[in-house]
């Protein structure tokens, strides 16, 4: 063991003042009459003797390195508490008698210090992984006062100064504990004692010499492979100048900055997560000390930390402990410095705890969106959250989806009640404005997904709803937050079946108040549709929500580009998605007046099944079957059978629904054009009056159509309408329709023409009425609501052979002849009341 000894001290490269282990046995007998005069040195002496000679043989094993280097951990730690616990050098030197007896008890004191140094250098000089045992110092150091500091901090400096120095000549440098020694380090830098910040600056000024040579290391790696002969590290004489001792003396923010810049993203990882434990000590001076640099050095280094959910999560465990009020300020702050970085991490984990959040989370979310800076990417963080649905498994598992909601996949609802509170934020309201659409579909879809769980989840909050209210009011549309109120929407939307109605009244709700942010949204919507939702459901609100905006904003013409949508998702694979978007296509002719006869009738019977299936949604079918009525009509005389055949099987399901008794007319062995228009058109004046302008109007787009077909139909069904509403026609809108008609007369057909001179002639009739007296008009309009008269044919049109002689030729039967007109009626009504 001697020679060993002997050969190592000489690698080491020892000063000839230095007392080596060799030295200090041959010195032993000299010494051993100090074991009665100081026998407390003494003893340290020999224990450490033992305990160097145990971690010497133990380094020589073959025993598993980390078996290995905890046994050597436990002999120094050991080792170090009976070293630094002697006295001073001062103390120990009155333990002599003579100055003989002083002078020798100083060199063994001063040999118990080199033997315990000599020891490490001799670990570290074979695997500087074993640097560790710096760290460990450190923090015993830290742990107890009563240690002699200055003279610890001193051998771990001359170690460090050892290891920098060593470096050079490696090809890589292995020592992962630079960062957690790095914090302990940076502390005693700012330590009140000004020998001890000298040494551990000038330990600083080493370590990051090391951290220099690692990333230079490093970098070469990535770079190139290294040559035959090896690639050294060493360091350019500008790279020590930016590592000055003096310059990390009690200059936090220096401190700071050199630590950042140095080193590597996981060594500066340790360095942050030694200093946050350390914001937990009792000792408060320590603790400040910590927070400072530690903000500082996230300031601007922040991009460098890995394991951020980690350190957010500890933050999270550390401030629900009770923190003092600095503490939690500073933790907090951290927060909000990582956020900066890495938004989508930490809000990814702030998003993992149980709903509802308690006081600590929120106190957290406020400190993740404290700056308006990083509110855009905490916003695209919560809607990339927003995506998911609650309830919602993979698809691998044996259940699709769970009936009970637990802190596994509850993240979306998190995100739901994170947004009730930084939407709000006066920091959040040009981010809120930016990502308006995307927030109100992706709450709009939460509510969905949660009024479907609601009810085996009836105690949980509802946030989406109350986000949703936020995001209105944040976004200046209080009124419609108001409107919806009033309108009972938001209590309602706790019901499943509720749902898309309610969708549909935001919708119409905000095209109401003329919403600013419309084109905005629209665009939006466009880019969700073209792209295609994840979910199918999905589809169905977007289809809905599209399509109420665009019934408000957009009459004629449609854009084509919207148009292009509404033809693919006839196609959907979703029949719910196909049959919501036919609300849409069947009241829009130039849809179903282009294309192709299959997607007509396909389209056509697609808009029957649809109705089937509303027939539960009261509030939305007759809107529907009425809106849709007019193409239905008009293409029963369509040139193709597929589409007339689909056209008379729709128009029989919205007979029945809407209880009319016009299906029997539909069949083949009865069935006529006009009889069936007239049925209808006797139908609507008892139940749907109020619907004929608007059926009228729809109807007056036919009448430029290119296909002959479609003109003499409209010429028809606009003539039965006026007949059965000419009461409820104002002086203007008559006008524009005899204008429309007037053109009509110069068709190149003769059969049109024909016949838009009988329904010219109705509406000259119409016009004429206006002109009589105020108290015929109002006597007649009253006597509309009291009496209603069924119409009778006006056209003859196609008329069956038994009916009529000539096709163009109306048959006047009894029933006719002994009618009366409207102003027989009038003047009845009048001459009874009076």
């Known amino acids: 063991m001697t020679s060993k000894i002997q050969k190592t001290s000489k690698n080491l490269g020892y000063s000839k003042d230095k007392v080596t282990g060799l030295q200090c046995l041959r010195s032993s007998v000299k010494w051993h009459r100090l074991e009665h ?5 003494w003893d340290v002496y020999s224990g450490l003797f033992g305990d160097q000679a145990m971690i010497l043989a133990v380094n020589s094993s073959f025993v598993d390195p980390s078996l290995q280097f905890e046994s050597q951990l436990k002999i120094i730690e050991s080792s170090f ?27 063994l004191y001063q040999n118990i210090l080199n033997m315990y140094e000599d020891t490490l250098l001799i670990l570290v000089s074979k695997d500087l992984y074993k640097l560790q045992i710096l760290k460990d110092m450190a923090m015993w150091m830290n742990e107890d006062s009563s240690y002699l500091q200055e003279r610890a901090i001193v051998v771990i400096s001359r170690v460090l100064s050892f290891a920098s120095r060593k470096v050079r000549g490696y090809a890589s440098v292995d020592a992962p504990c630079l960062g957690v020694l790095a914090a302990e380090l940076s502390l005693l ?185 990083v509110a855009p990417h905490v916003l695209k963080t919560i809607l990339l959250i927003l995506k998911g649905k609650p309830g919602e498994v993979h698809a691998s598992l044996p259940e699709r989806r769970r009936f009970s909601l637990d802190t596994t996949n509850m993240m979306p609802v998190a995100a739901s009640q994170a947004l009730c509170t930084l939407l709000p934020v006066g920091s959040y309201k040009k981010a809120v404005a930016q990502f308006f659409p995307q927030l109100l579909m992706a709450l709009m879809l939460q509510v969905f997904y949660i009024s479907e769980l609601r009810l085996v989840t009836e105690d949980r909050p509802f946030y989406a709803r109350d986000a949703l209210r ?65 979910r199918s459901e999905d589809t169905v609100i977007t289809v809905i929500f599209f399509t109420e905006l665009l ?32 609300q849409k296509i069947a009241n829009m002719a130039p849809v179903i007046n282009e294309s192709n006869e299959g997607i007509r009738s396909m389209a056509i019977r697609h808009f029957g099944e649809l109705l089937r299936d509303m027939s539960h949604y009261t509030w939305m079918l007759n809107d529907v079957v009425l809106g849709g009525l007019v193409p ?10 597929s589409v007339v055949k689909a056209c008379r099987h729709t128009l029989t399901i919205c007979t029945s629904e ?169 003047y009845m009504f009048v001459k009874n009341e009076t």
């Open 470 to 534: 936020v995001l209105l009011n944040c976004s200046g549309l209080q009124q419609v937050d108001i409107a919806l109120k009033k309108k009972n929407c938001w209590n309602q939307f706790s019901e499943e079946l509720f749902h898309h109605q309610g969708v549909y009244l935001i919708a119409k709700t905000l095209s109401e108040y003329n919403f600013p942010q419309f084109p905005e949204t629209l665009q939006y919507l466009y880019k969700l549709s073209v792209e295609g939702p994840r």
């Open 189 to 373: 830098c700012c330590h009140n004692d000004v020998s001890i910040t000298q040494q551990a600056s000038l330990g600083m000024h080493h370590l990051l010499c090391i951290a220099k040579c690692q990333n230079e290391d490093i970098e070469k790696t990535k770079s190139t492979k290294y040559e035959k002969h090896g690639n050294h590290c060493l360091l350019s004489p500008s790279s020590v100048q930016e590592f000055v001792p003096k310059v990390l003396q009690r200059d936090r923010a220096k401190i700071a900055q050199s630590v950042g810049q140095t080193l590597m993203p996981s060594l500066l990882t340790d360095f942050v997560w030694s200093l946050l434990m350390t914001l937990s000590s009792p000792n408060c001076v320590t603790a400040f000390k910590a927070s400072t640099i530690l903000k500082l050095t996230l300031e601007y280094h922040a991009h460098k930390v890995t394991m951020v959910s980690k350190i957010v999560d500890a933050i999270y465990k550390k401030l629900r402990e009770n923190s003092s009020h600095a503490m939690r300020q500073a933790m907090l702050r951290v927060t909000t410095l990582l956020t900066r970085t890495s938004p989508k991490k930490v809000i990814f984990q702030l998003m993992d705890y149980p709903v509802p959040a308690d006081d600590t989370l929120i106190l957290m979310w406020h400190a993740a969106g404290s700056e308006s800076s």
């Open 632 to 641: 239905l009509i008009l293409f029963l005389e369509d040139t193709d059978i």
């Open 551 to 582: 019934n408000n904003f957009f009459k004629d013409p449609f854009p084509e580009e919207f148009l292009v949508l509404f033809r693919n998702w006839v196609n959907d694979s979703n029949p719910a998605v196909s049959k919501l978007s036919l």
């Open 658 to 826: 809407l209880n009319w008794s016009t299906s029997s007319l539909l069949k083949d062995k009865y069935y006529n054009f006009e009889l069936v228009v007239l049925n209808i058109c006797n139908n609507l004046l008892v139940s749907h009056e109020n619907y004929i302008t608007d059926l009228i109007s729809d109807t007056l787009g036919f009448l430029r159509s290119s296909r002959i077909y479609l003109r003499k139909a409209s010429v028809i069904l606009i003539g039965y309408l006026a007949k059965s509403g000419g009461h409820l026609l104002l002086r203007d809108e008559i006008e524009v329709m005899l204008e429309a008609i007037d053109r009509v007369l110069w068709d190149e057909d003769p059969i049109i023409r024909q016949l838009a001179e009988i329904t010219h002639k109705i509406f000259k009739e119409i016009a004429h009425r206006l002109t009589s007296s105020h108290v015929k008009q109002t006597f007649r309009r009253l006597f509309h609501f009291i009496y209603i008269k069924k119409l009778k044919p006006l056209y003859n049109y196609n008329w069956p052979n038994n009916l009529a002689s000539s096709p163009m030729k109306i048959k006047e039967t009894d029933g006719d002849k002994e009618g009366l007109t409207d102003e027989n009626y009038v």
């Open 81 to 107: 508490k009976k070293v630094f616990s002697i006295p001073s050098l001062e103390k120990v030197r009155q333990m002599g008698n003579s100055e003989d007896d002083k002078e020798d008890i100083e060199n």
């Open 37 to 41: 005069i100081a026998t407390s040195l």
